[in-house]
């Protein structure tokens, strides 16, 4: 599915945290929104999610809007329908082991769940070992490795990942970098990417830079 960002400015009081903001990111497509902390990648990226309303603007998927004229409508079905989600903080719940919260997301999202694509998901994330961890008891760039899960495991229509290898080290990055496009391209799904991180830049065909709450593209 396309996503067409189209004229996003949000305000916190008198700060104007994003400004015209207008992009796209083409159906099957992938896209690296690079920028350093406190340039508004975050916000933005709830503001796509429908998770922030803004000033004005408009954010489509496909034949859906999620954020319009008549605000968040409909923001929580498309988002579970269609998107998978990667933030900064791990959230997921505690009381449950990695596994169990990856067979949830699948069940919240898809209303079935798919035990061998969540295996075959730890595994290849090199978490497989802690498929009966709490996350609690996940170093950071574990609990980072199994949110990504999360969102892969409900083969979505696009991926949109805050921060996704802030944790990780090189070789981990290289990794985690090349599941989600191949991820991605295997489930026929959009990609985009929030970082600071300059080690992502070769594997995308895109790159739109955020400095100030405005986007160069």
Do not use: W
């Amino acid at each position: 599915m396309q996503l067409a960002v189209r004229d996003i400015s949000v305000s916190f009081g008198a700060r104007r945290a994003l400004k015209d903001v207008t992009f796209t990111v083409p159906s099957q497509g992938r896209a690296l929104l690079l920028g350093p902390s406190g340039s508004g990648k975050s916000t933005l990226l709830n503001t796509i999610c429908g998770l922030q309303r803004p000033d004005q603007g408009e954010v489509q998927l496909g034949e859906h809007h999620l954020v319009g004229p008549d605000g968040l409508a409909g923001a929580d079905q498309i988002r579970r329908g269609y998107m998978g989600i990667i933030f900064q903080t791990l959230r997921l719940i505690s009381a449950l082991d990695v596994r169990k919260n990856l067979l949830l997301a699948q069940r919240l999202q898809n209303g079935a769940s798919d035990p061998d694509l969540v295996d075959a998901t730890l595994a290849r994330l090199g978490l497989g070992d802690k498929a009966q961890a709490r996350p609690f008891e996940l170093s950071q760039g574990e609990a980072q490795r199994a949110a990504i899960a999360r969102a892969l495991v409900v083969s979505p229509a696009i991926l949109i990942a805050d921060e996704p290898t802030s944790a990780l080290d090189h070789a981990n990055t290289q990794i985690v970098a090349q599941l989600l496009i191949e991820a991605a391209e295997t489930a026929g799904a959009s990609l985009l990417i929030a970082t600071h991180d300059e080690r992502l830049m070769p594997f995308f065909e895109r790159r739109i830079d955020l400095v100030d709450g405005r986007v160069s593209a």
